[in-house]
Structure formats: structure tokens, C-alpha cells
């Protein structure tokens, strides 16, 4: 698929995920009520940006969305995951969480971010679905926000 054609249907799905992420994450237990798009900081001379991500009182949630994810789209997440806290320490009490989200999602991909800790979120029909199964637990990222870099 052409890269135009491929960022347009990311925007579509994102724009498509983002309002019924929060049904199927409130059918796991967990309330989101805000978003944006990408979040972006720069902290000791390093820039970082993630997004789109989702917000709750208890959790942050970040997503990957892709057409088709692959395992360098779940490994790029899981980097995202593991240095969002360094610099957005304000979330520090927060759980925070990752999803790939894609249009279509090969059972390998499933089950590598399944393993990895993260939901796994396709179309079904006119909506989304968790693909994880319902005893899935995700990881939750809760490090010292500032290791490796000062205030």
C-alpha cells in the first residue's frame, strides 16, 4: 500500500478507534476520559513524542496505530512505554499502558504483544474489540520517572 494511502487510513482509524477505545477499555476495568493526538516534551536536551494517547485518573494509555502492525511497530511502542515516565512525570502515579491497534492484525502479532503486556485492539464490524482474552492482565510501565535525567 502507497504511503499516502496508508497515512490516510491510520488518520481514518485513528479518528475511527479513538471515541470507541473508551467503550472497550471501560469494559476491562479501565476509565479513560481524555486524549491527544501526540503529547510531546523536551527535557536536558532530549525530545520525545508519543501519541495518540489516552488519559484516566488511574491510567495512560498509549496507542500504535497501524493499518497492519508488525512486531517493529509493537517494539517501537514498548520504547515509547519505557521512557514515557522520564519525561512526563507527571503521570508518575499513573498506570501507564499500551495498545496496537490495527485494521487488521495477524495472529503472530497477537500473541507477540500479548506477551509483550499489551491489548491488541482490531476492527470488528462497525466497531473495535480487544482481541486480548478476558484473564489478559496488562503491564503497567511505573519506573522512577526521572532516571537519567535531571529536573
Known amino acids: 500500500m502507497g504511503?499516502?494511502?496508508?497515512?490516510?487510513?491510520?488518520?481514518?482509524?485513528?479518528?475511527?478507534?479513538?471515541?470507541?477505545?473508551?467503550?472497550?477499555?471501560?469494559?476491562?476495568?479501565?476509565?479513560?476520559?481524555?486524549?491527544?493526538?501526540?503529547?510531546?516534551?523536551?527535557?536536558?536536551?532530549?525530545?520525545?513524542?508519543?501519541?495518540?494517547?489516552?488519559?484516566?485518573?488511574?491510567?495512560?494509555?498509549?496507542?500504535?496505530?497501524q493499518c497492519e502492525p508488525d512486531t517493529d511497530s509493537v517494539n517501537a511502542l514498548i520504547e515509547e512505554l519505557d521512557n514515557f515516565l522520564r519525561f512526563f512525570s507527571e503521570y508518575q502515579q499513573h498506570k501507564i499502558i499500551g495498545a496496537v491497534a490495527g485494521i487488521t492484525v495477524e495472529e503472530s502479532l497477537k500473541t507477540y504483544a500479548y506477551q509483550k503486556g499489551l491489548f491488541v485492539i482490531a476492527q470488528s464490524g462497525e466497531t473495535i474489540t480487544i482481541l486480548n482474552d478476558a484473564k489478559f492482565q496488562p503491564k503497567a510501565w511505573q519506573q522512577c520517572a526521572l532516571s537519567g535525567l535531571e529536573r
Do not use: K
Open 3 to 65: 504511503r499516502e494511502l496508508r497515512s490516510r487510513w491510520e488518520v481514518f482509524f485513528e479518528d475511527y478507534l479513538q471515541p470507541n477505545a473508551y467503550r472497550v477499555f471501560e469494559e476491562r476495568g479501565i476509565l479513560l476520559h481524555g486524549e491527544a493526538q501526540s503529547i510531546m516534551t523536551e527535557r536536558c536536551g532530549e525530545r520525545f513524542q508519543a501519541g495518540p494517547v489516552m488519559m484516566g485518573d488511574e491510567y495512560v494509555a498509549l496507542l500504535d496505530v
